[in-house]
């Protein structure tokens, strides 16, 4: 067993960090509304991977990460990635946080007035997502956040900022400006402190040590290191005749948040005021077949598990010959699955998000 000190409620206490099965089962992750989350498949998905044998996995394009953390449960080792920063700052809160928490001094700490708030998000944004007073909380809960010691405990407090954020959007998304899609729901209309408050206490409900040293990273998946790694869960956007792939155009405020705009490009001629979009790989009809093959090629030691939609693009059929140049054996999985994120708000719950979701094993 190993020993720790961990920090909770302002008080050291040492505690043993093991893997208990029950601590794990107690332990909950934020339920989440991302775009392709697969929360609702994880038993789909975790009764089919019960007939493997791994160790130590990895999942590639982590996004909410709730796959990554339903792995740490069963407790193998698990290394997290995205290259979004906002899933990278989840991934690394309840994925390889395995006993850090904020202490009650240092949320006290974090809603104190900073004369050093600069005020960026007021200015660049106005009204188009949240009313003054909660730009005005954003911007100065940025400011406390830069003086909290630690990667992890920033990574919790910018964790809980995005997703309070999120939550005062209607679908949790930042595509559309002002009060379009209210429906005066209780999320919507409570403050960004109180969503905050909210947020921290769900992210720490989360927190738990599965005895193993898991890891979270935040690179485009070309560029991690395939070594290692027993199985590698994959789970890329897919472009589909219904919906596009851009997660950055998406996610792009929460994403600017992670770093206060340091270095994005604002797009200034769009009404959203985004961020120039990450370009993936896997986000052009002609680019994606050739990126998946290279994709599966990066990671022909491990045994593959994609998930997949009948909507996306390649076909299934293109998908199982892929596979095959690489692995022996192809077995696919299939169940059925709705959406709740179309392209666009019309098309939220239509059948055209109601689709096959696969899952291939590819050992
Ligand atoms: C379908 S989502 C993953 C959803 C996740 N499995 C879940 O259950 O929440 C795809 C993710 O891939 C990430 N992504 C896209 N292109 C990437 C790339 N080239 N490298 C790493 N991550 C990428 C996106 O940011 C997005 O979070």
Redesign the pocket.
Known sequence: MLQIETERRGIIQTTFSFFSPAEAAKSQFPE?K?M????VLLPFILSRLSALRFDRVLDA???????AYALKQQGVEVHA????KS?FHIARSTIENNATFLSDSELEALLKPNKKARGFIEFTFGDRYFTSEDNRFLDNLWANIQELGGPIKRSLALTAACRAAMKKRPRGIFTFTGMKGWDGRRDLRMSMKDQFLIAIHQIHAAIFSNGRKNKAFC???FCLDPKGYDLVYI???YISPYSDCD?TRRYHFIEGYCTYWKDAEILEHTSTRKIKSYP???STRAGAVDAFGRLFNHFHNSDLVV?YSSNGIPSRDQMVSLLKRFKRKVEVHETEHQYSHGNHHHKVGSNNNAVREYLFIAS
């Open positions: 989440t991302y392709g989350s697969k929360q394009f982590s996004g909410s990460g709730c796959v990635n995205d290259f979004l899933a690179k485009d998946v789970d890329t956007p997660y993936t790989d896997f998930s």
